[in-house]
Structure formats: structure tokens, C-alpha cells
């Protein structure tokens, strides 16, 4: 009996000095493998990390084959991310639509480097050589970076963003719609094709709503009045403008005549009416008559 004891005894012993081991080979383990395998991953939350400091991000899905063949180079390099004093990251475009739209990723993988907000896609060979080499040597100063509409941060690639997402959650609403749901495929184009027309009514009343407010139309009656009183003032206008016209010519007339009847008067009717308007001549003004003219045919005029 008490063999068996000493005997569970040394089992005992043994078992936990074997969890022990276990343990503090787990403490040592786990610092070296976070270090040696240090590529960070980036989403939607977190991508404004890679717009301060150097970064070498790279694009892939799990199920692409060069993107397999990448995945060791790739995790090779990134143990010499902290002697390069840069960061490596990665981003899985099934899990991260946005991110692919906003760096508008076509191909896969597809990799990216960043400098202070600057960034220029990779286009040389992918091995851990070439990644050293190109942040080492700088080869990337000779890259052309990105413009600036096209820059992720700018306001149209965010709006690219916006749309990829859009249309992966479009893809899970159709993939609940005809799996979980058991709807047709017809039956779920027919949904969205009727959200899509209700949406382009309501967005297009809003605009109508929102141009009236800024610039409201005149009602029709109001129009027809003014029309109307422009068109009486230019009645009155021009009618005034022909009577404004006879009074002018009437003038005219009575001026011709009346220099026509001085320029006939003789030299003695002017002398009398001189003589008449005098200060001296004791005949009041009010009182002078012009003499009738005398005729042609009368004896002195012949």
C-alpha cells in the first residue's frame, strides 16, 4: 500500500513539473514567434494609422494563388521591419471592401507604399531582397506618387469607398433574401428594382423641394399683371412720343410762318413799331396793331 502511494506520488510530481515546463517554454515562445511574425493588419477603423510613418501595405484574398505565393516573402520581410525602421501591413479585400475602393485595387495582390501621407504603388519584383532594397535604397523616390484625387484620403476615393461597401451589403441583403428567406432571384431583382425607383422619387422630390425653396417660381396671374402694365406703358409711351412729335412739327409750322411774315415786313412798319414801342412815344404799348401787309400789286411796289 504504501508503494502505491510513493508510486502516485512521483506520477504526480512528475505531471507537474511537466506543466511547468510547458508554461515557461510558452512564455519564452510566444515573445519570439509576435516578433518574428509582425505584419499588422489594416480595416476601414484603423487604416488612417498608415498616413504618418513609412509603410509597405499589400492587398490579397485568401483565395488567390499568387497572393499564397506571396504570404512568405511577405511574412520573411516583415522581420526586418523594425532595422528598416518601417511598418508592414496587410489587407484582406473580402473582409475589407471599403479599403479596396478607396486604393482602388483591381488586382490582386497588389501592394502599396507610403511615406507621410504619399503613396506609390510597388511595381518592381517581390521577394524579400527587392522589398529590402526599395526601402533601403529609396528606389521609391523615383516612383511617381499617387495624385491627389486619387490619393485614399481625398474626397473621391472616400466616395469610392462608400460605394464598395454599399455594394457588398447589397450582396448580403440579396444572399438573406434568397437563402435565409427563400425568395426568388426574381422575386429579389424585383425588390431592389422598386426600392432602387422609390429612392430615385423621393431624392428627385427632394431636389424640386430644395430648388423651390432657393428660388421659388413667380405664380402665372402675377405674370399676365405685369405683362399687361409693361404693355400699357409702352402704349402710353408711344403715344405720347406721337403727340410729343405733332406738337414739335406744329411749332415748326407756326415758326417758319411767323419768320416768313418778319422777313416780308417793309423798313417803315418796322420804323413805326420801333417808334411805337419807344420809352418817349406817348402811344401805350398795348395799343400797337400791325400794319396790313401791303400787296404787290400796289402802286409804290410797282
Known sequence: MAGYKRCWKLKYD??????????????????????????????????????????????????????????????????????????????????????????????LPTIFHAKDGNFRRYMSSRSVEDFQAYISQKKWEAVEPLPGWKSPSSFLMSGMAALFRLSVWIRQIHNYLTDSLGIPVWGSYIIFALVTLFTGLLLGLMLVLIADFFWPSRPKQYELKSGTKAGLRDEGSEEEMEERRAWDADNEHVSGEDSTEDDATPVAEMADIAAATSPHSDAPTDLRKRKPKESQNSPEGT
Open 14 to 107: 512528475r505531471s507537474i513539473l511537466m506543466i511547468y515546463q510547458l508554461l515557461f517554454a510558452l512564455l519564452i515562445i510566444s515573445p519570439i514567434a509576435s516578433s518574428e511574425n509582425s505584419v499588422l493588419t489594416v480595416a476601414d477603423a484603423n487604416w488612417t494609422v498608415i498616413l504618418e510613418g513609412e509603410w509597405m501595405l499589400k492587398f490579397y484574398a485568401p483565395w488567390c494563388p499568387a497572393c499564397q505565393h506571396l504570404q512568405n516573402d511577405w511574412d520573411g520581410f516583415s522581420k526586418h521591419s523594425e532595422a528598416l525602421d518601417i511598418s508592414v501591413g496587410k489587407v484582406d479585400v473580402t473582409r475589407q471592401p471599403g479599403l479596396s475602393g478607396r486604393f482602388l485595387v483591381t488586382t
